[in-house]
């Protein structure tokens, strides 16, 4: 018998309490998408739907990010980099 199953089989009241603190979810569920599910009071309903809550809140951060750091670079005065000023183009016969 594994550890496990000899702490459940003496411990009833361990896997009650735990079953009741974090309700029907599995037990893999992370924290993350267990705290999602939480404060969704209730209209996220299983760890997929938490999970996609998830993917877009980090979209929206990257998209977020990349728009912060597109307008800093223009809003700078487009001041080159080191290597920029150095930088020959290729003459082109074309």
């Known amino acids: 018998m594994d550890i496990l199953a000899q702490y ?12 009741e603190m974090y309700g029907n979810q599995s037990q893999d569920v992370g ?8 404060i969704s009071q209730g209209k996220i309903e299983n760890e997929k739907q938490a ?7 980090a ?6 990010a990349i728009i912060i750091f597109i307008s800093t ?13 150095t930088y020959k183009p290729l003459q082109s016969d074309l």
Do not use: T
Not at 73 to 85: A, F, I
């Open 59 to 64: 979209g929206i951060i990257a998209v977020v």
């Open 51 to 57: 999970n996609v809550v998830l993917l877009i809140i």
């Open 73 to 85: 670079r223009v809003e700078s005065g487009g001041v080159p980099l080191p290597y920029e000023q």
């Open 31 to 38: 924290p993350i998408v267990s705290f999602v599910m939480r």
């Open 8 to 19: 459940e089989k003496e411990n009833p009241e361990q896997k009650q309490a735990s079953q």
